[in-house]
């Protein structure tokens, strides 16, 4: 038996607007410890990993370990039927075909559940390797996707040069070129709000701003974005 | 594409 509870569902619509674009189906690996999905995106060039840890959820139990391979198309349809406060509880039998979301409205007076077939997906065990980045930047998520959006205007890719002193995003195209420069915060008054570099080496690396554009989608995920970064290795 | 199975290479030998 598998069942986790949320008691918004705003929660996990965020999650799912996060990966939708980049896979159209994935696997959501349950046990004990929580939910982990870990995804090639469907140009296999990027890699999508998302960890939903137990102690996240409102109410969590998995008797055993479940693989639950999804259409994210499809649950984004029933995620859409849902409000965003409303309570949110996914349900699965051992070894079913199907999972159950069930939203509950605050006020307890509408209760609605939508059962979603489930997918045999092929599985690949990947994952992000451990790598000691010669610069790590953290930034506000939100300034980081208006960068991505401002530079996409000018051209395809972004170009990301990172010093001690600060980060500096480019793009050129037939329209023109455009450069911004984030500077170090000085003093940490607000985390939220500050860019903080960890530098052992300087970088200069590029990378298409579509999948910087479906990155940022996780934006309202979190106040704070990091960008880790070596050369001939993935952001 | 040579860049893409070097990235795919990437994550399957973690």
């Known amino acids: ?235 | 594409d040579v860049d893409q199975l070097k990235i795919e290479q990437y994550y399957k030998f973690n």
């Open chain 1, 1 to 235: 038996m598998f069942e986790a509870r949320l008691n918004a569902s705003n929660v996990l619509k965020k999650v799912l607007d996060a990966i939708k674009d980049l896979l159209n189906e994935a696997t959501f690996d349950c046990s004990d410890s929580g939910i982990q999905l870990q995804a090639m995106d469907n140009s296999h060039v990027s890699l999508v990993s998302l960890s939903l840890r137990s102690d996240g959820f409102d109410k969590y139990r998995c008797d055993r370990n479940l693989s639950m391979g999804m259409n994210l198309a499809n649950m984004a349809k029933i995620m859409k039927c849902a409000n965003n406060d409303d309570t949110l509880t996914m349900k699965a039998q051992d070894n079913a075909d199907t999972v159950t979301f069930m939203f509950e409205s605050q006020n307890q007076e509408k209760v609605s559940d939508y059962e979603m077939k489930l997918m045999n997906l092929d599985q690949e065990h990947l994952g992000i390797p451990e790598t000691d980045y010669a610069c790590v930047v953290r930034m506000p998520a939100m300034e980081f996707a208006r960068i991505c959006r401002d530079l996409s205007q000018f051209g395809e890719s972004v170009v990301i040069s990172c010093t001690k002193e600060g980060v500096k995003f480019s793009a050129s195209g037939d329209a023109g070129s455009a450069n911004i420069k984030l500077a170090q915060t000085s003093t940490i008054d607000k985390e939220d709000e500050s860019v903080i570099i960890e530098m052992q080496e300087p970088v200069t690396l590029t990378f298409a701003c579509r999948y910087l554009n479906s990155f940022t989608k996780a934006t309202p995920l979190c106040n704070q974005v990091q960008l880790s970064m070596s050369a001939d290795v993935p952001l």
